[in-house]
């Protein structure tokens, strides 16, 4: 079984920073791209983050500039440093991974998610 498990939430005022962590575990053969969606109050679930095996990034693009999407392959974790936070950064983050597991079975996960409020 395989598990992400998010952390680093909380309560920040605009302007400051939070970072998010999200570690995958369980019986993991190899994970590929992974990233970090935010949904917000009414709103539809979108990607904020990706990050492939590569390293290569990519944002939506009201974080560009702001947020930093990071990976350490050797802890099988992803990061988010989240600076100049906005009101409407406010929602629920969840961390996203396709790995492969010990059988060879290729599917995506989610994290249950950390909830993330800006307050002015």
Known sequence: QVQLVESGGGVVQAGGS???SCAASGNI???NAMAWYRQAPGKQRELVA???TSGSTDYVDSVKGR???SRDFAKN???LQMNSLKLE????YYCNGNIVDMI???RDYWGPGTQVT???
Not at 89 to 92: K, L, Q
């Open 29 to 31: 053969l190899a994970i």
């Open 89 to 92: 950064d406010t929602g629920v």
């Open 77 to 79: 974790t992803i990061y």
């Open 67 to 69: 947020f930093t999407i």
């Open 104 to 106: 060879g079975r290729n």
């Open 118 to 120: 800006v307050s002015s």
């Open 18 to 20: 939070l970072r998010l």
């Open 50 to 52: 990706r990050i492939s």
